[in-house]
């Protein structure tokens, strides 16, 4: 069995409103020093041995995100 983790972030020129809304309210906690509050998705993946890395690249390519707003990390 195999293990990965696609990290699913907003491309850096995206606006991310509920990153915005955790900052601030982190802030009205009083956590001080926060430069910038991204939010993103993970996804676990198991697979038989026979997945590859580079099917894994194709499936979120092409199912898990949003190329115009998104970009990925694949881990394992």
């Known amino acids: 069995m195999k293990k990965y983790r696609v990290l ?4 850096p020129n995206v ?3 509920e990153g915005n809304t955790i900052k601030q309210a ?5 956590v001080q020093g926060l430069q910038s509050l ?3 998705k993970v996804f ?4 038989d041995d026979s ?3 580079e ?3 194709e499936l979120a390519k092409k ?3 949003n190329p115009v707003i998104q970009t990925f990390e694949v881990e394992g």
């Open 15 to 17: 606006l991310d409103p």
């Open 55 to 57: 099917k894994i690249e």
């Open 51 to 53: 997945m590859t890395r």
């Open 44 to 47: 676990e993946i198991e697979t």
């Open 38 to 40: 991204r939010t993103g």
């Open 63 to 65: 199912v898990l995100i």
């Open 26 to 30: 982190a802030e009205r906690m009083g």
């Open 8 to 11: 699913v972030k907003l491309k």
